[in-house]
């Protein structure tokens, strides 16, 4: 089939009235829990997830799919506002953000995110349409070693190139795959670590586990640090937010060139918004001839690295629909909803669910549309949601997590699991370790043992067939180099910390 014939076929499917509706459902709540500080897209993503169930699998993920970019919107607001990101990748736009609001130009800097928001996100889309079928036609060539191969290179990306020790975050990764683990072995029947609790037969709920590492750990978190008394109202009415002919003319180009760091750095395991929105501001004040209105209220230091979240994004669902590798605990959910439903992600998923693939893709389009039709003409109501006092908002939360949870298979053993995991994921964030490691090994452990068995069984339990294809020859050897440049610089880090001040 033609771009042109994918693409009517996409339309057809995500223009269904259904599917325009949770399209619409998700960038609104993707949105709504982006300003919340504290909550954030995994969290969001983990409490809505029991809906999924009961929805078609193409509805399913494009409203998770709504949520994921509709964070990135909200966050901003939260971040330019408050000087207290709602995401990650929104932390960045603080430094010139607050500044800007402080000066009364927060509407101006709100504005402007939207513009730069809505341009990184449509260069995305752009960019997945185009290469992700041209990667899954060469990824139909990879066998069991290969797919193996690619499942330990993004474990130990995601784990070593993002924040904090890449040693705790390997430690991570091997939880996950020992929580993966439990359950019934798929090859022989037995029961592995259940501890005799017929529970736990099935294995340990994706749900319930998501919901508490992120959604609990996070609402405790969050607790006592967020506070609106110091929002400006005034600046988010349309009066203060028509930008200057200087604030257009600054800004057009730093947005284009955070689109292509975005695209770019979302496509890589591991790396994803965050990184690629700190990469873009660091580059525009690299190559400014002014670099010190950085973080003096400078627009460009608001639009790039929101164009770039946005546009990473979008192109982080390449990997995880051409390869069914999940570059990041967002994109591992995404993944989840798919095996959840019986669709096996990687190469064939264009060739076997060609709607779904597609009708996925033009909703991308339909989503950003509706975000910048939401942000515009709402942003003074984001801002008011910002002056709810947080200790009405996290009870709620907990609330719609716990009966959410219980939804999913109406036992009340989820509910414990989520409130043990919830204090677990809190326990992790005070003492440093990293979550999102934890959930990529839980999803990815599971399809990394059955390759692998998959790959001995061809190979007759010969471990050389992990190096002796080339391909999977040349990722090993990838991954190998990331994991030891990791560890020396963990190492390096570690002996500047020891020397005496």
């Known amino acids: 089939m033609t771009l042109l014939s994918n693409m009517t076929l996409g339309l057809e499917t995500a223009l269904s009235l259904t599917n325009i509706w949770y399209c619409f459902l998700g960038v609104f709540l993707g949105t709504l829990i982006g300003v919340i500080p504290g909550i954030g897209a995994l969290a969001a993503m983990s409490m809505l997830f029991p809906i999924t169930f009961y929805l078609e699998p193409t509805t399913a993920l494009i409203m998770l799919a709504g949520i994921w970019y509709g964070t990135a919107y909200g966050g901003s607001i939260a971040s330019i506002m408050l000087n207290l990101p709602g995401t990650p990748a929104s932390a960045v736009t603080c430094i010139d953000g607050y500044p800007m609001s402080r000066q009364g130009r927060g509407g101006v800097a709100l504005l402007m ?79 592995r670590f259940t501890f005799n609790m017929i529970e736990l037969s099935d294995g340990i709920s994706l749900v319930a586990l998501a919901m508490g590492v992120f959604g609990i750990a996070e609402v405790i978190s969050s607790v006592g640090r967020v506070d609106g008394g110091s929002v400006d109202r005034n600046s988010a009415r349309w009066s203060a937010m028509r930008p200057t002919r200087d604030d257009v003319r600054r800004s057009w180009m730093p947005t284009l060139r955070g689109s292509a760091i975005g695209s770019f750095f979302g496509t890589l395991p591991g790396i994803g918004p965050t990184i690629a929105s700190f990469m873009s501001y660091a580059v525009e004040k690299k190559i400014a001839k002014e670099p010190s209105r950085f973080g003096n209220g400078a627009i460009e230091g608001v639009v790039s690295p929101e164009a770039a979240n946005n546009a990473a994004d979008q192109t982080a669902f390449i990997p995880t629909l051409a390869l069914g590798i999940p570059g990041s605990a967002t994109m591992a959910l995404i993944l989840g909803v798919m095996m959840t439903h019986g669709v096996s992600p990687g190469p064939r998923l264009m060739t076997d ?128 180099l990331i994991l030891l440049f990791s560890l020396r610089a963990a190492w390096k880090g570690k002996r500047v910390a020891d020397l005496p001040d």
């Open 353 to 480: 669910h060609p709607s779904l693939f597609w009708g996925l893709i033009m909703s991308f389009w339909i989503g950003n549309v509706l975000l910048v039709l939401l942000n515009a003409p709402l942003v003074g109501m984001w801002v008011r949601l910002l002056l709810i006092p947080y200790r009405l908002l996290f009870p709620a939360v907990i609330v719609f997590v716990c009966i959410g949870t219980y939804t999913v298979h109406n036992s009340s053993f989820d509910v414990w699991m989520v409130v043990l995991f919830g204090l677990f994921g809190y326990l992790m964030r005070s003492m440093g370790w990293p979550a999102a490691p934890l959930l990529l090994g839980f999803v990815l452990g599971p399809l990394l043992e059955e390759h692998f068995r998959r790959a001995l069984l061809m190979s007759r339990g010969d471990l050389t067939t992990f190096v002796a294809n080339p391909i999977s020859a040349s990722v090993l050897a990838v991954t190998g």
């Open 113 to 191: 995110t939207t513009a730069s928001s809505f341009i990184g996100g449509s260069i995305g889309v752009l960019v997945v349409m185009l290469f992700a079928p041209v990667i899954a036609g060469y990824a139909l060539r990879f066998g069991p070693a290969d797919y193996f191969s690619l499942m330990v290179l993004g474990l130990v990306a995601a784990s070593s190139v993002s924040d904090g020790s890449a040693i705790k975050g390997l430690a991570m990764v091997l939880l996950g795959i020992a929580l993966g683990s439990i359950g019934t072995d798929v090859y022989t029947g037995a029961y």
